[in-house]
């Protein structure tokens, strides 16, 4: 779109294997996406990806690092925790290997033990990590989930090193795993990635959260306010970056729509959507 990149995340990830990655990307590119991120698999994937990538002129904007062990950086043995901080590094120095410039990371998953709160041993691997994306010149992004005590505490010691580290900002996970508290406004300045998508808040009447409210819509096809999300992107001069999914949680069906569509039809109208979410983000920059 003029003046605005639109990204996507691949949607293999996701469960949405009727494309291969080398089908799926040249269909993201011809939908009229300027590009793409996906998760991390290993070197040769990422590889793959960016050769694929050139072949198309696509943008390969980031590389999300898995977070399954992000708990053990925190509250896990001292081995634990090293198998974790070596899976966050080897997909830092993947991303640099292909010339990816951010990489994407949760600093917490568990909705249960929050009271462990925060801690030195956690925020010296995260440290560490930081560190490493700045030998490498790299950023990392630290994306906001549940546990937003744990966020706050990594985004406090990432501002030392402000070349190497700031903020990704997921529209829905503000809508369910953050209450809808206005996450960019707390790290003024330091937004470096989004992960744009709509959702419908908090399902459970006690506001008991679990990942089953996490359902990564469609943009205006949840709760989102979205003229108030286009003002908090129009001093974003990055890519607009939306990461959505054709299927739904377990026991739920929100999604169940977008699976009945052909990929061609899905990304078709999430193309639409995302030109929706960029004209009123352009809209939020002239008011």
């Known amino acids: 779109m003029k003046n605005q990149k639109l990204c996507l995340a691949l949607m293999s990830p996701y469960g949405d294997t009727r494309l291969g990655t080398e089908e799926e990307i040249r269909l993201i590119a011809k939908t009229g996406f300027e590009g793409f991120f996906c998760g991390w698999g290993n070197l040769d994937y990422l590889k793959e990806c960016r050769r694929i990538a050139g072949e198309t002129g ?6 999300h690092a898995p977070f399954g062990r992000c708990r053990d950086l925190w509250h896990g043995s001292p081995e634990a925790a090293q198998i974790a901080l070596d899976e ?29 709160a925060p801690n030195d041993f956690g925020l010296g691997n995260y440290e560490k990590l ?30 030392a090193y402000p070349d190497a580290a700031g903020f990704c900002w997921d529209t829905g996970h503000e809508m369910c795993y953050n209450n809808t508290e206005d996450m960019p406004g707390k790290y003024p300045g330091r937004l470096l990635a989004t992960h744009i998508n ?7 009447y006690a506001g008991r959260i679990t990942w089953h ?4 819509l469609l943009p205006f096809d949840g709760v989102g306010d979205w003229a108030d999300i286009a003002r908090r992107l129009a001093d974003f001069d990055g890519p607009l970056t939306f990461e959505l999914t054709t299927h739904s949680k377990p026991d739920r069906h929100e999604n169940d729509k977008y699976a009945r569509l052909t990929p061609e039809e899905y990304l078709a109208e999430a193309y639409a959507r995302a030109c929706r979410v960029a004209t009123l983000v352009a809209k939020a920059r002239r008011a």
Not at 198 to 203: A, I, Q, Y
């Open 213 to 216: 409210d996490d359902l990564h």
């Open 58 to 63: 696509m943008f390969f904007q980031s590389v």
């Open 198 to 204: 709509d959702n419908l808040g908090v399902r459970d």
């Open 88 to 116: 966050q590094i080897a997909c830092l120095e993947g991303c640099a290997a292909v010339e990816v410039p951010v990489m994407v990371t949760h600093v917490y998953i568990g909705f249960e033990d929050h009271g462990l």
């Open 130 to 159: 930081v560190r490493r994306a700045k030998e490498l010149g790299m950023k990392v992004a630290f994306e906001n989930t549940e546990g937003m005590e744990y966020l706050d505490a990594v985004m406090q010691m990432a501002g």
